[in-house]
């Protein structure tokens, strides 16, 4: 790495710091709260929308090391249209509040330009090399990349997972490709914005991401794990093992509200993690919980998975057994046995 990229890393990390702080006074002088309420996990009034700091100082990062390198700039555009097009469209539904319909519209054009750019090469996903194939192809890409940003969006429920979840998932990306012998810069781009916001989202969190981070973070991760399989042919089980905790607890809990005829596509809180929280009445531990496994858990295997592609398939079983037999434990997506409002111990005086 040149020390033109550290200079790059180093100030995409302040900006995104002091972006974090402005973006409080602006979501304070707007009233762009989220309000507690049934389905929320927290118990204070706390300022949304922080993810545009990150967001921004990610995009600009991008800029400059195009500048510096202009070796990735079809990858690179594919993280800067399509992640800004999820940004923004987060960034108006935290102001007034968008149909599913019309953000889910936005993401599949995202999802389609973020693709596109990528040159369309989907087909080492299916491994086949027949027109038809190619097509069914692009439209599981695209299948892919919405579902992780809504994924990540499910999953930004309380005080520090996303944005600790995303810096894991940054380095540990940023590892996987080292290790393939690929450029891993902006996998650090994103872990070094993350950990500026990150100072304000920690439990007790003074200011939330909200949807114009949390889509984002969703479909990064999700372009940049394309872009290493189809660049460097790594194979796609370390990219499932690494967000293991994110993918298995928002498709069972959504498979499970669907199963038992609830409103799926409405804001809960019976997420395993969400569970978790209110069982133990802290965020902190639980964020702390999942950064354990994270790191001792999730990613060995997916290293494991890394060096050796043939056993993927087992090591993805042995790294996502044990969460299951949570979601199964916390009873994740299970209707309430009452609608009351979920009683954790707030960790902070009201932010507001």
């Keep these: 790495m040149s020390i033109e990229q550290i200079i790059v890393l180093l100030v995409s990390f302040l900006i995104s710091w002091a972006g974090s702080a402005v973006m409080r006074r602006y979501a304070l002088s707007r009233a762009m709260l989220d309000m507690p309420n049934a389905r929320s996990s927290h118990v204070v009034p706390t300022p949304r929308g922080g993810g545009v700091a990150f967001v921004f100082s990610f995009l600009a990062g991008l800029l400059i090391l195009d500048f510096l390198d202009n070796s990735e700039l079809s990858f690179n555009f594919a993280l800067a249209v399509g992640g800004f097009i999820v940004a923004l469209t987060g960034f108006l539904d935290d102001r007034g509040h968008l149909t599913i319909l019309v953000k889910l519209f936005w993401h ?112 990064i991760y999700a372009v940049i794990a394309l872009h290493a399989m189809f660049t460097l042919q790594t194979t796609l089980w370390p990219w499932l093992i690494l967000p293991g905790v994110f993918v298995v607890d928002a498709t069972f809990t959504l498979l499970r509200r669907m199963l038992t005829k609830q409103r799926w596509y409405e804001a809960h809180c019976s997420h395993a993690y969400q569970r978790a929280a209110k069982r133990f009445r802290s965020h902190r531990r639980v964020t702390v919980t999942v950064v354990l496994i994270n790191l001792f858990w999730l990613l060995p295997l997916a290293g494991a998975a890394q060096l050796r592609p043939a056993e993927g398939p087992f090591y993805l079983l042995v790294a996502w057994a044990p969460l299951f037999f949570l979601e199964v434990y916390f009873r994740a997506g299970d209707i309430p046995a009452n609608s009351s409002k979920a009683e954790i111990r707030p960790e902070a005086e009201p932010q507001v």
């Design 108 to 219: 599949f054009v995202a999802a389609v330009i973020a693709l596109a750019a990528l040159s369309g090469q989907v087909i080492p996903l299916v491994d086949v090399e027949h027109v038809h194939w190619r097509t069914f192809g692009y439209i599981l890409g695209v299948i892919v990349l919405v579902w992780s940003i809504n994924l990540y969006n499910f999953m930004d429920g309380i005080d520090g997972l996303a944005i600790s979840e995303a810096i894991f998932l940054a380095l540990a990306g940023a590892l996987m490709i080292r290790i393939a012998g690929g450029r891993e810069i902006e996998a650090l781009l994103l872990a070094a914005v993350c950990t500026g916001f990150a100072f304000l989202n920690w439990p007790p969190a003074k200011l939330f991401m909200g949807d114009a981070g949390s889509g984002f973070l969703g479909l």
